[in-house]
């Protein structure tokens, strides 16, 4: 944007907030004025207008101020900090430099300078009640509804030891430290005692949820670190709460009070705190998945139940003085996967739309505010060999426990988390708004230096988000570059290393899945037979195939590009279009629904078009491509395979994304490598079993629901085969499955139910049949073929023989495509 | 478990397995389990089929090649010794098992771990990976947006690189000698137990 743009919107911004200040002073004037009206006339009536009771004429118009006083102010200020974000977005260059954490945090400095410069005071300040009830609880519930559950459930173990052991480690070694440094003298005269500094030293102790993902965003790494950190950032509520709780309880009773029994007490609180707050998170997880079971009928408002219900949990374990963090989280991760599977699409989208929304609306607040806190005269205390100290404290503890408990850890581990990933958790350690929170709420009768306190976790946490997320990239890439530079590989070796991982993905997979042991399939099998019964909708329960699940929405999304894309270059400059090209589908969801009449426009037949880049060339520019090409062979081939190689599961599939929530990148890939598999599986056997007429049934038409055919577990049902060479089967196959589901899943009607013509099958099938694992990408390079030799093997899915079914014969339309094209 | 014993009695062989193969009598217990688990219509074999049910194995691109190497030959069946045995591939290398120069190689030996690979590329068996080859292990493990082109240029430079006799394919030595400097060790193994 141009550097215009980019200054009349820092003005409006700074006006809104002049705007502000003014109200805010008006309002302070208002309610001195309210105070001294009220304490005379000594009435509550407050809906009357500002001055005296009485009036001359009648208002045509009134200034209301104090009327929305509160939710103006509220709103208002919710703008601003969207604003700032927005603000801190468009520039590009800042925004590669800068973690977008750091700059909201300056933008509320600056915000916060403005108010006090104003007021003269922080009337704006990050109050922890309003950060705890209002602010957090949003943030936690995305966290655990989106949480990658398979990958947080086997590394379970490893998250539990560093964040009970880690934060505990802290929280002793910050505290018993700085006591130590306060006896010897290094911060003058304090009033303060061994007690506090272990109560300050846990609130400190605790990595930050909101902190640490902001900032793990902007940098890569591999999905194990990134869900140790994660998982430790939520994980460590249970503890700091606890921790907090119990010292501050220890300050009440005063230090000599504290005998054995006490101190037991407080590590069976601990344990009641951490597992009472899940089980609560968990009882609401149930009742969610049991609410979104019946609430089929009011589709529209059934997203809304799970906020509800989120927030209820929380307020319920806050109530019980239980971990409320812990509580959301689990809730969320508990009740993901049922509730997907129970409500209706689009309620799911609008669950994950607004969850995204008000997480990541909720964290932008909360960074400008931290910011806008810090200007604030009345707290700030300094004492320089407290604060220093603490700093160096903090980091140096943080580095020592994550290379112990990581070494440890190791030991266990076939493949050991490398120094490099260590260094970098280490230095993900963030400290965030939950520490401040916790130190706002300090008393100030008992603990005398809480402003010092607040002092200290504020410059704390602007250590950790702005210097330690500004550094971290930099540092990971020097990190990086510094491991692979002495010996470039070579291309072999990238791709062998490449084909490794694959292997030992794949070789995985066949064992059974590391931490598929007994107790893992026991469980599996519990779940199956009764929670599902239990929690999820019948259909759901039957539909509940996971990778076609995904598909389902691929397609949709694939579907719905295809059609946008189409109606944008008008069917026939479409045709032009080839499979290896990449024309750029933005992922919309909203669609038209004509693809039947698009289908049929397109020709069918075999076009031997070559790929050819989006833009057309003139000639001279492809002369000039053909000699860069020449010349940058070399490097482009490394680059190539650097861009191009399929990822593996180990290597840097995100998962989890506070700002990003669409399908990304992985998903695609993934997507597309279960095509080629598929595909090339379908050539392979129908290449293997040409003519071969397995001895299986020949089914009746399956007009019977088509929910039997996803039973899930046991053997595939050979009466259910399919029949061998039969188109009008096969289609009304399809169409009864589009009809048995319904609405449900699928909303594009397509009018050519009745048509006979193998053409169309592939464009029924491919909208009515959900389960397609192929994209319409393929769909206008598909040849009017004879469907005679297919394979009736279940190789695909044991389970779901529906699908093999069409998935068998419209995927070998781009086979055919490819064997004759490529 | 307690069971180990008794179903260790069950499995046809598994003194032989175990000494050929190097498993442990929990590895194999273990790795039976996952065998009847995979032959979902419990016909006492595996089928390329049963592979394919398997969900995560799907979103692998090389899922095809990995599974034609446990029917390698042409095969249909496959019985649980062959099942182990090429599972037996990627146990961790044992440090601790004094090296006997008189006995064949184990298993999971450096060398035949690379054996392994090498033969996941060489489909036509001929000892050589051949460019045509190469380019089909490419195509499969390159996103679908990667041009014919591009991918003849990386498959020829490839070639380049590791070809020392200049016969236009990769040999098993070539193919070791580039690998070298890789922990094929490390990369090539599989915790089959916690």
């Known amino acids: ?822 | 478990m307690g069971s180990t014993n008794s179903t260790l009695s069950k499995i046809p062989n598994a003194g032989d397995l175990m000494q050929e193969t190097g498993f442990s009598p929990a590895h194999i217990v273990r790795l039976y389990d996952r065998y009847k688990a995979l032959d979902k219509d419990k016909k006492g074999h595996l089928c390329p089929q049963d592979f394919g049910a398997i969900k995560e194995l799907a979103m692998n691109p090389i899922s095809d090649r990995i599974i034609g190497a446990f029917f390698s030959s042409g095969q249909e069946v496959l019985d649980f010794p062959s099942f182990v045995r090429i599972l037996a591939h990627f146990r961790p290398v044992d440090k601790n098992r004094p090296k006997d120069p008189n006995s064949p190689e184990h298993i999971n030996s450096r060398s035949n771990k690379l054996k392994f690979i090498f033969q996941l590329y060489d489909q036509d068996k001929d000892g050589k990976i051949s460019r045509q080859e190469l380019l089909q292990v490419l195509r499969t493990m390159l996103e679908k947006q990667v041009t014919e082109e591009q991918l003849e240029s990386i498959a020829d430079r490839t070639i380049q690189e590791a070809d020392l006799d200049r016969d236009d394919a990769i040999s098993f030595d070539e193919f070791r000698k580039s690998m070298e400097k890789v922990n094929i060790e490390h990369k090539m193994s599989i915790r089959f137990l916690r």
């Open chain 1, 1 to 822: 944007m141009a550097p215009y743009s980019q200054l009349s919107f820092l003005l409006t911004v700074l006006l809104i907030f002049g705007a502000l200040c003014v109200t805010s002073k008006v309002q302070i004037q208002s309610s001195s004025e309210r105070q001294s009206a009220s304490s005379n006339t000594g009435s509550t009536g407050e809906s009357t207008s500002n001055s005296s009771a009485s009036i001359t004429t009648v208002p045509i118009v009134t200034w209301k101020w104090h009327h929305v006083e509160t939710p103006y102010l509220v709103a208002l200020w919710i703008l601003v900090c969207w604003l700032c974000k927005l603000m801190a977005q468009l520039n590009s260059k800042l925004k590669s430099f800068f973690p977008e954490s750091a700059l909201l945090i300056i933008s509320g400095f600056i915000l916060g300078g403005i108010v006090w410069g104003a007021d003269k005071a922080q009337t704006f300040k990050l109050v922890p009640r309003n950060f705890f009830y209002f602010l957090l609880p949003q943030i936690i519930l995305d966290t655990g509804y989106f949480m990658p559950n398979k990958l947080f459930f086997s590394n379970l173990g490893a998250i539990l030891v560093h964040a009970v052991i880690g934060t505990c480690w802290n929280a002793a070694a910050v505290g018993i430290s700085l006591w130590g440094c306060y006896l010897g003298g290094a911060m003058g005269n304090l009033q303060i005692g061994l007690l506090q500094f272990l109560l300050f030293g846990s609130l400190l102790a605790a990595v930050d949820p909101v902190a640490v993902i902001a900032v793990f965003e902007e940098v890569h790494v591999n999905e194990v670190l990134f869900i140790w950190v994660f998982g430790e950032s939520l994980l460590n509520d249970g503890v700091t709460v606890v921790l907090y709780n119990v010292f501050d309880a220890f300050v009440s009773l005063g230090g000599e009070k504290i005998n054995a029994g006490e101190i037991i007490k407080g590590i069976v609180s601990f344990f009641v705190v951490a597992f009472g707050g899940s089980l609560i998170g968990v009882v609401f997880a149930i009742l969610i998945s049991l609410l979104t079971k019946y609430t089929g009928k009011v589709q529209i408002i059934e997203a809304g139940f799970i906020f509800v219900l989120g927030y209820l949990s929380y307020l319920t374990a806050e109530m019980l003085s239980l971990s409320a963090i812990l509580s959301v989280t689990f809730c969320g991760v508990c009740c993901q996967k049922y509730v997907n599977a129970n409500m209706d699409e689009k309620s799911v989208t609008a669950v994950r739309y607004a969850m995204k929304v008000f997480a990541n609306g909720s964290e932008t607040m909360i960074f400008v505010f931290l910011g806008v806190t810090a200007i604030d005269t009345d707290i700030w205390v300094w004492n320089t060999g407290f604060i220093l100290l603490t700093l160096l404290f903090v980091l140096v503890y943080r580095f020592m426990g994550v290379f112990f408990l990581t070494w440890i850890l190791n030991r266990y581990r076939l493949v050991p988390i490398e120094l490099i990933d260590q260094i970098v958790m280490s230095f993900g350690g963030l400290r965030g708004a939950v520490a401040y929170g916790l130190a706002a709420s300090l008393d100030e009768t008992r603990i005398k230096e809480k402003n010092l306190m607040i002092t200290t976790t504020l410059i704390v946490v602007y250590f950790t988000v702005i210097l330690q997320g500004l550094t971290m990239k930099p540092l990971v890439k020097w990190l990086k570059v510094k491991r692979v530079s002495p010996t470039e590989l070579k291309l072999i070796e990238k791709v062998n290393n490449r084909a490794f991982e694959h292997i030992l993905a794949a070789m995985e997979d066949i064992s059974g899945r590391i931490g598929d042991n007994w107790w893992t399939r026991g469980w599996k099998r519990f779940e199956d037979t009764y929670i599902t019964w239990f929690l999820m909708k019948p259909e759901a329960r039957k539909n509940r195939d996971y990778l076609f699940s995904i598909f389902h929405k691929l397609n949709l999304e694939d579907a719905i590009n295809y059609v946008t894309e189409a109606e944008k270059r008008g069917s026939l400059a479409f045709l032009n279009q080839t499979d290896g090209t990449i024309v750029n589908f933005e992922k919309k969801l909203r669609f038209s629904g004509v693809m039947p009449d698009i289908m049929s426009e397109l020709d069918f037949g075999n076009n031997n078009v070559q790929p050819t880049s989006d833009t057309v060339p003139s000639v001279s520019l492809n002369i000039h491509e053909h000699e860069m090409k020449r010349m940058n062979e070399d490097f482009n081939a490394h680059h190539l395979l650097q861009q191009h190689l399929y990822r593996s599961r180990k290597n840097h599939r995100h998962k989890y994304s506070r700002s990003n929530f669409s399908i990304n990148q992985s998903e695609d890939e993934v997507q597309e490598i279960f095509q080629r598999t598929m595909r090339s599986r379908l050539e392979s056997f129908k290449s293997a079993k040409m003519g071969v007429t397995p001895a299986k049934k020949i089914t009746k038409h399956p007009k019977k629901d088509p929910n039997h055919k996803m039973s899930n577990g046991k053997t595939t049902d050979k009466s259910k085969k399919h029949p061998y060479g039969d188109e009008d089967f096969e289609f009304s196959e399809a169409d009864s499955a589009y009809s048995g589901d319904g609405p449900r899943r699928f909303k594009l009607t397509l009018s050519v139910a009745g048509v006979e013509n193998p053409a169309f099958i592939v464009a029924p099938s491919q909208g009515a049949q959900r389960y397609l694992p192929w994209s319409p990408r393929n769909l206008h390079r598909l040849a009017p073929l004879r469907i005679s030799d297919r394979s009736t093997d279940s190789f695909l899915m044991a389970d779901a023989p529906a699908t093999e079914e069409s998935s068998e014969e419209s995927p070998q339309q781009p086979s055919q495509r490819d064997g004759t094209h490529m």
